[in-house]
Structure formats: structure tokens, C-alpha cells
């Protein structure tokens, strides 16, 4: 008898693989998908292992294998554990980022209304409701329940209500369950399976009609100079050599019929661009790179150069090589609707060897891209997350571009952090791993100049001639000039506009010159909150604690933590004064302004309110570019990835909404975020200036960034992470519990708390500390109160911790954390 342990994709905090018997005359081996009972469900799950020696317990059967061959590659099974290890998740959550869904089979549990009549006489009012919604929608999955709820302003969680439901008979669960959901898109192609020379004689054969003939003949045309095995698609053969000759040569079994997978974003095989000859700097960090594909340890690389200073002709230089060995390529990106040229770069250099992953793809574009990716039809994978945990079976080079962008980190779920596992995977694959930014995370920075990894800097930027294929590099593209406003000094000489009159007159220069600007400000709407001014009652969310903000297009006030909107108090709720007025300041305001003070300009603006799907970002981007538009008003979004060659001034409208939040990382999202926008201006041959506004001129973020010294800044914002024992200097868990009673969510915190007290004191870690229990940043969210508690210390004593931690329910752990808020 032959046992197996499968790691079961079922969301479970276990580590641990389960054991199960794998039946007579089933064959699975590690790495194949099964199907298997899990409690009272049916759940795919992946074989870890084959074993002689059962567990002392009767085993369950594997019900049926779903894949024979592997889901996952060897590489992928032992990264999954080192995810497992390292974000204190489960061992199947891990390999789950690695399965699509489309080839899963998974049971749903379902409630239904069995006898109304067994309700009890003390049957409350959340009782009611949950049997209001069955009746209403019959059968019903746990998600259609909790929408029907809130949608008639019920907000309690139904689980505990449908479980007292079932006790008494009046519910009944039903688990429905279904089967693989995505297959791969395919096209019908034809292979030709026979030498060219032998088709003539099946063109002189008798009862033939001549447009057959001639089709034939064709084809032999075609083939010439490629020979047997040459595949075309069966469309466009058909239009080349007509249906009868192509039935025909099926018929005489010179042509084969076969499918292929479709890439899910096709594009046109486009002719290689030209390729530009290297800067003497870009040179020395690829050659640098391509040094470690043949180490045994090729290690880390960042590469660290200014905005426009063409990392990306080195990313493809290093690919160009990676490729001819025959290997592929994951390139990661921080979020492919804001990242649209450098996709468009990759698909006008490599075609459709290129696959794209993201979350916008349904399950069987995904699954169609993940085949491709599989069967190496795919030789370079781009997306976010995602992309790295793909099954790429010939890896040779991983890029990291932008690899200091926070939305790498997963913010629910298995909250890994997409740069760490990559480095990670490198190591396990023994493949170079290159991390690109201009304003690297201060982790990575301080690894590179220790040693741990190697640090490749191009200093400046550089303007590409495609005329003679050469790189130039010359003081009219240096980086933009910046100058910092005192809006302190603006306010005592009257001018209350969100614009100094600096930044006024150069946007009108600019305008006058026929060029475009760009206005930035981290924060939507028309003002921060609404306050009476008689009272000082600040308009609140009643679920969240939060604000409520002005959004003048709509006239309402909208809550951004659960998105509640309501209509604009007349009088002061709280004590019926008319004095309401708006503080503060969103885009909605800055391009209210915009137009009264740049009548004559076309205005766009870009932020979560206007662009919400992928092809209104593209939109936006394709009509900025075409100088369909002057001035660009948005948030951090247009920070990411654009070039526009006509923008020569940035405008950063008030910098102290990034500078002060109460996040250790806040200084150094601000310095990346000002020099990421001031980065837009003056990207050709026309000089830039960036222009920030702030009360704080003289913090050492604003300071450096203006003079574009990211060493000046690193060196400041190192000194005050050593001080706070914060990343690089120490490792931070925070550990949060959610309830809709604060009171007991609270408790936990204060238990959670005390029993890593205890551990640390009994086992003598060092260097270890226990903040908290406190009320998170957010501490009431769509009615759910949030507490949380710090782990900080050093490894190994600080892994050893966690690894011993426990957690109540309802109770989660965000290992490196990217924010604190």
C-alpha cells in the first residue's frame, strides 16, 4: 500500500501536509494535483510526497488525481515551504499561489430554509434577517447572504447566526461542489509532416481541379527552406492555399491538424526594435550581471540609477543573453495597468514569447498564459506577484523593476512580499537576481553598501539616437531642477491658493511654450474633512473611524475606508449651526483651481475616482501622450512608469501629506514618492523643473530630494531607523485581531501579548521586544474594531518566537510589515 502526504488548498493555518492512501492503480507523484475529503468537503490538493509507512490512523482515499503530470515544479514545492516558514502560513496557502484556480475542483457550502417552524420562540432579530435572506434568495452561499444583509443595513457576521440555524433544524447546509472552471484558449494550426519536395506528387494527381493544384504548389513555396514541421495557423493557411488543397493534404497525411494555446493578450510578432549600443555605465552593470549566469552563487544585484537613465536597456541587454542559453526570464513589475510602456517595450522587443500575468485575467485567460508558461512556449513572464510564482521550468534571470514600490507586499491573505521570495527563489534556483529602482528601499540600499548585495549605480540619464544606434549622454538631459516653495512665506504675504505663485508662473510658461505639466497632491477628493465650525464637530464615518471627505463632483461626503457616501450636512448635527466649512485639500480642489487659474488648458485628472479599470489608465495615458491635454492633476499613481516627452514642470501641491503620517516608513515613501514625480519632468532633449510645496522645507526628504542625493538622504533616514531599532536594524511582526465587539477583541490582544511575554522571558530570547496590545491606525472599520501587537527583534531569536507563536481566531500576523498605519 502507498501513502501520500498532500498539501490540501484549503486556506488552513496548518504547516503540516495531510496523509492520505492512494488507491490501487492510481498514479500521482510529487507535485500532481488530487482531489481529497478534507473534513466534510472535497478539496484539490498537491502530493508533497509518496510514502511505504502509513500513519498509526486509518487514512482517507485520494478520490481521484486531477493532473498526473506536476502542477508545481520541484523549484516551486520548496520555495512554497520557505513561504510557509517565513509568513507563518500554512503549507497548502503557499502552494494555493501557485495553482490556478481553473484547474482545481472545490466544494462551496450552500444554505437553505428546511423548516421555519423549528425556530426558537427566542429567535432575536439577527435570526430574523438570516431567515429573511434565505427566503428571499433560496439557496444561498455564505457571501450571498452577507451581501443581502448589508444591502439592507444589517452588519453582523451570519456564520455564528446560520451554525444556531442548523442546531435547531431550521437551516440546512448543502455543499455543492465543482470542477475545473478554466480550460486554455486554443487555435487550430497545421503542421506540415512531410519534406516539401514529396507535395508535388500529391499536386499531380489525377481529378484534381487547378485552384487545388495551384494551392498545393503554393504550400510548397511556403515550406521551402524551413521543411517538414513547419505549423501555420489553419485560418491563415486556408486563406494562402484555399480549403480544398488544405483537405486535400490533410486527407493524404501531409498536413496534421493540432491546437495551440492562444496568448491571452495576442499581439503582432513585431520586428526587433533596434537595439541601442550601451553607455560605459550601463555596459559595466550588465556586464557585472551577466559575469554571475555561469557562478555557482550568482547573488543580488541592485541596480540604482537615476530616473531616465535607462535601466531598462540593461534589463534587456541581460535578457538578450539569458535567452540565448535557452532559459526564461521573470520580469515583476509593480502593477501592470500604471507599468503600460515597459509591457509595451518587452512585446515590441520579444513578441508573443512574451506571457503576461495579472490580476485582471479571468481563470482561463490565466490558465491559457500558465500553460504557455509551462511548456516554455513562453520564455519571458511579466505581471506583479503573481508572475514569480509561475511554473517556470528553465529559470535564468529574475528582474525586480521598481523593486522599492510597497504594493509588492501582499495585503491580504499570505501577505508575502513579492522582492523577498525572488531573492529567495534565486537563491534556491541559482539564477542572478536584479533589483532596479531610483529611489531603492532602504533594506535593500543598506545590503548593498554592507556586502549582502552587489551595488550597480548608473548616475545619469542618457537620450537614446536610433538614427546611428548610439546612447548619448549630455548636460540637456539631466535631471530636472528642483526648488523648494515655503508655502509658510505664500500664506503671510496673502496668497491662500493651493498654486504659489512660483509654480503659477512656471505652468504658464510652460504653456506658453506649447509644453504640458504635471500637478501632483497624494489625496483624492476636494477637501481632507467637513467641520462646524461653531461646535468643531468634524464629520465622521459611523462605522469607521474615520473622516468623511468632500468630493465635489457627486456634492457628497464619502467615507475611503468603506466607501459610505451621504449628502452634505446643512446644519451641524451636533449642534444645528449653519458654519460648516471644508479644510484641507484633494485633486477634486486642485483641479477646481486649476481651471479658474489656467483657463486655456485642457485638463485631465488622474486618480482612484476618474481611472478604475485597466483600459482608463491606458486611455489617460494615450491622450496625455498625444498632447490631447496640458496639465495632468493626480495622485501617487502617476508617479509609476510614464514617460512623457512634452512634460518640462512638476508641481508637487503640498508634500507634508506624505512627510508626517505616524509610519516609520513615512520619510522614506515621501523621498521616493517626490522623486519619482519629480523624475517626469524634462525626460528629452527640454529641461525640466520640479517644483515642491510644503511647510517643512528644511526636513532632510524634501532637502534631498531636491538636490536629487539619495546617499544624503539614505545617510539620515539610516541614523533614525537605528534609533527607533527599526528595518534594517531589527525585524517587525505586527499581529492584529479583528471583532465586532471591542471589548473582547482587546482581551485577546492583551493575552496574545502576555503569552509572548512569557515565552520570551522562559526561553531567554535577547533583544527581543513585545509592544502593545494597542488599537490599530484604523481602529473601527465597517463596524469591526482592529487591535494589534509589535514583534520586534533580531533573528535567529525573533523567528524562533513566532515560530512558537499561537494566535486566537479571527487573529492574523504580517511579517515585515511595509506600513504600520
Known sequence: MTWVEVAVLTGSPQQSTYTYVLPEGMQARPGSAVLVGFGPRRVTGVVWRRTDSGPEFEAKPVLRVLSEQPVVTPLQMRLAEWIADRYLCGLGEAVGLMVPRGIREEGQSAYQLADVALLPATAGERD????????????????????????????????????????????????????????????????LVV????????????????????????????ASGEGAGSAWPAAWLVE??????VSRLVAAGALARESRGVAQEPSPVHPQVETLRLTPAQSAAADRILAALDHPEPGVYLLHGVTGSGKTEVYFDVIDAVLARGLQTVVLVPEISMTPQTLARLRARYGDSVAVLHSALGESERHGEWLRIRSGEASIVVGARSALLAPVFALGLIIVDEEHEPSYKQDAGVRYHARDVAVELGRLAGVPVVLGSATPDIVTYHRAVTGQYTLLNLPERYLPTPT?????????????????????????????SVFSVRLRTAVEDALARGEQAILFLNRRGASTFVMCRDCGLVMTCRRCDASLVYHSAQENLVCHLCNRRSPVPRVCPGCGGQRIRYFGIGTQRVESEAREAFPTARIIRYDHDTVRTRSAHEAVYAAFSEHQADILIGTQMIAKGFDYPLVTVVGIICADQSLHLPDFRSSERAFQLFSQVAGRAGRRHRPGLAIIQTYSPDHYAVQAASRHDYEAFATEELGYRQRLRTPPFARLARLFGTDWTERR?????????????????????????????????????????????IVRGADPWFGRLLEKMRLPARWQADVDPQSML
Open 128 to 191: 430574523q434577517a438570516v431567515v429573511e435572506a434565505l427566503r428571499d434568495l433560496g439557496i444561498a452561499q455564505l457571501d450571498q447572504i452577507r451581501t443581502w444583509l448589508r444591502a439592507r443595513r444589517h452588519h453582523f457576521p451570519p456564520e455564528s447566526v446560520l451554525s444556531r440555524l442548523r442546531r435547531t433544524g431550521a437551516v440546512v447546509r448543502i455543499e455543492r461542489w465543482r470542477g475545473p472552471s478554466a480550460r486554455a484558449r486554443t487555435e487550430r494550426w497545421l503542421r
Open 195 to 222: 519534406e516539401p519536395a514529396s507535395l508535388e506528387a500529391i499536386a499531380t494527381a489525377p481529378q484534381l481541379g487547378e485552384a487545388t493544384r495551384a494551392g498545393i504548389r503554393r504550400l510548397t513555396e511556403l
Open 240 to 245: 494562402q492555399i484555399g480549403a480544398a488543397a
Open 468 to 496: 546611428d544606434g548610439q546612447s548619448q549622454i549630455g548636460d540637456e538631459v539631466g535631471l530636472p531642477h528642483v526648488e523648494v516653495v515655503d508655502l509658510r512665506t505664500e500664506l503671510r504675504e496673502g496668497n491662500r
Open 745 to 789: 477583541v482587546a482581551a485577546q490582544a492583551e493575552s496574545v501579548a502576555s503569552a509572548l511575554r512569557l515565552t520570551v522571558d522562559q526561553e531567554g530570547f535577547p533583544d527581543v521586544e513585545i509592544l502593545g496590545p494597542a488599537p490599530a491606525f484604523r481602529r473601527r472599520v465597517r463596524g469591526i474594531y482592529s487591535w494589534q501587537v
